[in-house]
Nanobody
């Protein structure tokens, strides 16, 4: 599978963006999917994950209640709805696909769980 992230841009603090991650040459339905982000000078960090069925979602504490991950397996796409954006949300956002190797939810908080990565989309939040 190949992943293409889109939807990033410049937004004022308090605004919203919806990121999309479209898959090709394979089906996202076979994978648990995640969003990560990386700010300059920092390590890539977990943002959100969703199981293959969509029945379970997990979020980083910093985005819980503001971001929503979802998937549409029929459209082969995963989304990240970001509301109430803050300056500290500024980063390059990456979507990624993980084979179902573990039942432990925390496993999918780690970059090592994911085999396939999209190219990233820049999100910049201004004051």
């Amino acid at each position: 599978v190949q992943l293409q992230a889109s939807g990033g841009g410049l937004v004022q603090a308090g605004g919203s963006l919806r990121l999309s991650c479209a898959a090709s040459e394979g089906s996202v339905s076979s994978y648990h999917m995640g969003w990560f982000r990386q700010a300059p000078g920092l390590e890539r960090q977990f943002v959100a994950a969703i199981r293959r069925s969509g029945g379970r979602t997990d979020y980083a504490h910093s985005v819980k209640g503001r971001f929503t991950i979802s998937r549409d397996n029929a459209k082969n796409t995963v989304y990240l709805q970001m509301n109430s954006l803050k300056l500290e949300d500024t980063a390059v956002y990456y979507c990624a696909a993980a084979p179902a190797r573990s039942d432990y939810s925390g496993y999918y908080y780690t970059t090592g769980a994911y085999d396939v990565w999209g190219q990233g989309t820049q999100v910049t939040v201004s004051s």
